[in-house]
Structure formats: structure tokens, C-alpha cells
């Protein structure tokens, strides 16, 4: 055979049956050092702490991004982005109206020329073949929530007078900064103006349930120290609603019953304060309905925030780039199907 003949093999083999997935823990154990705060905070951070401490974790302090495919925008997204620019544009840049002799109808009517000027740009999935119906319907969208807008703030005493403006201050004792869509100006005090594309049930359920974070945080990092926060709300384009809890300062808004931004900033605090404390005991829960957690954060740091108050945030599960990381694999389907984890 080592002279040159052809050697015969013949393969050994067995049969393995499926591994079981390895389960997801429910908590993990790390370095309190290795989860300390981000500063300076923002409200995105603030708002991924509150609702999914293991989300906020990979993202902002492992800094584990996903594929760049998934951050495209596409949909409401690019939508309410490029709303957003045309709108902060209109009333605020170079060639912005002439606030208060344009017309509703003539805002629309610059609003819609600058949608078909920019749309190619800056919003190009609008204009692939098989895209009209959508395309037709967002430049609409676009043109009324301008004549809208215009129409609210005139009526209400207010006049822009910036948009994209960077605001600094602290929350909960650490720096914190955001840049505000729209601030308004009236009678030499300013307020702050968040333009969202829809969500108006979401929206309302926020301002009344003291949980609307952006609005109060960037009011609160708007004014001054020692100062009432200014007036503050959420202007909805689909809808042309002004929604906030401040009726005296936005007359003609859509009034929601609920806490003041100060309330809603310190519910926001507390349950910021509760997972930093389950955090630097070293615990790092992964939040996801199907897995127990509860148990061994409440052994660290105590009952986590009751789901009625303003510290509680619900786990952001359905809009999460980590589900594949942090959600529970089904053992009994893998097993069927004769996969290994």
C-alpha cells in the first residue's frame, strides 16, 4: 500500500440526535464598570435604559451594532425623516415663509415643490417603479401637515424660531443633551415642538400616563435652571393634532389629562435610578416576557417599577435588532427539525 497501491477507506459513522439550544438566561452577571451610564445622555439612550436594560447594554455600552441593511430607512421612517427636513426647512431655513402673511394654501402648495424637488434625493425609495400610489400619498401627507402646522401655531401665539437646536442640561445627575425639532417663541419665552409622523393613540397614551420622556427632557434641557420647564408637546402630521397636557400655553391643542413634564421627569428618574441599582450589583436582566427575571432583580435591588407608574416601561420587544441575541430559542421545534444551536 505505501509502495503505490490505492489504499481503500471506509468511513466510520454514527448517529447524534439533535442538541438541545442552549437556554437564554433570564439575568446575566457582569462587571458593574462594564454597564456604568453613558453620558452624555440622550433620550433614545434614556428611553432603550428604561424599557430593556440588556438591549441598552449591547447597543450603547458593548456598542454591538447591527448589520448596516438593517438601518436603512424604509417606510414610516424614511417618511417622518424626510418630512421632518421639508417641515424644519419651510419654517426655519434660508428660503423659510413669511410666517405671518403665507397662507395655508400657499404653504402646502411650497411644501409639495419641495417635496417633488427633494424626493428623488433624499427619499429615493419613493420614486422606484410601482411607488406612485405611495409616493402621491406621502407628498399629500406633507403638504397638509405644513398648511396644519402653520395654522396651529399662528393660532396659538407661537412663531419658530429654530429647528435641530442642540439643548444641554443634566438628568438625574448626569449630563444630557437632544436637539429639539422645532422651538417656538412667544413673548420672549420659548417652547419646545416634536414633530412625530403618526402615533397620535401611542402619543396620548404617553402624555397621560407620565410617560412622555422626549417632550419633558427637552423641555427641561431647553429652560433654565431654577426656571418652570417650558411648555412642551407632540405635533402629529398625520393627523395636524397638537397634542399636550398644557392647554393654558398651546390654545387650540388637543388637551390630554396627565402629569406636567416635572412629574413625568421625576417618575422617569426613579425608574432610571431603580435599574442602574440592579445594574451595579452586576446584574444584567434580559427582560423579555417569556423568560423570569423578575425574581432575581427584585432579590437585587428590590420590586422593579409597578406597571401603573411613570418608571415603568414596557419591554420594546417588537422593535428590537437583538431579538436574535436575547429571546428564548424553542427547543421542542429545533429538536423537530434536527438543528443544533
Known sequence: MLAGGTPRWSGAAIALAPDRPMAQRPAWKVPSAAVAPVVPLSYSSLDTFLGCPFRWALQYAARLEPGGAVRIPEGDRLLGDFAHRILQELLCGQGKIDFDRATPAE???????????????????????GAEVERASAR??????????????????????????????????LPA???????VEK?????????????????????GSGRALQTALYASLLGRRGKPIP????????????????????????????????????????????????????LLPVLHPELDW?????????PPPDEGSAAFREAPCRHCDYAGICAPPDPDAAVEDGRRP
Do not use: C, M, N
Request: net charge neutral; charged share 25%; glycine share 14%.
Open 107 to 129: 404653504v402646502r402648495a411650497r411644501a409639495e415643490r419641495s417635496f417633488d424637488a427633494r424626493v428623488a434625493l433624499e427619499a429615493a425609495p419613493l420614486v422606484r417603479r
Open 140 to 173: 399629500t401627507l406633507i403638504g397638509e401637515a405644513a398648511a396644519a402646522l402653520l395654522s396651529f401655531l399662528r393660532g396659538a401665539g407661537w412663531r419658530p424660531v429654530d429647528a435641530e437646536r442642540e439643548v444641554k442640561g443634566s438628568f438625574a445627575g
Open 177 to 183: 443633551h437632544g436637539f429639539v425639532d422645532l422651538v
Open 187 to 207: 413673548g420672549g419665552a420659548e417652547a419646545v415642538v416634536d414633530l412625530k409622523l403618526g402615533g397620535l393613540g401611542r402619543r396620548r397614551d404617553e402624555l
Open 231 to 282: 411648555p412642551s408637546g407632540f405635533f402629529i402630521l398625520r393627523d395636524g393634532q397638537f397634542l399636550t397636557t398644557d392647554g393654558a400655553a398651546f390654545p387650540g391643542a388637543t388637551v390630554v389629562e396627565g402629569p406636567g413634564p416635572r412629574e413625568t421627569l421625576e417618575g422617569s428618574e426613579q425608574g432610571f435610578a431603580y435599574w442602574r441599582r440592579v445594574l451595579d450589583a452586576g
Open 294 to 302: 423578575r425574581e432575581p432583580v427584585t432579590a437585587a435591588a428590590g
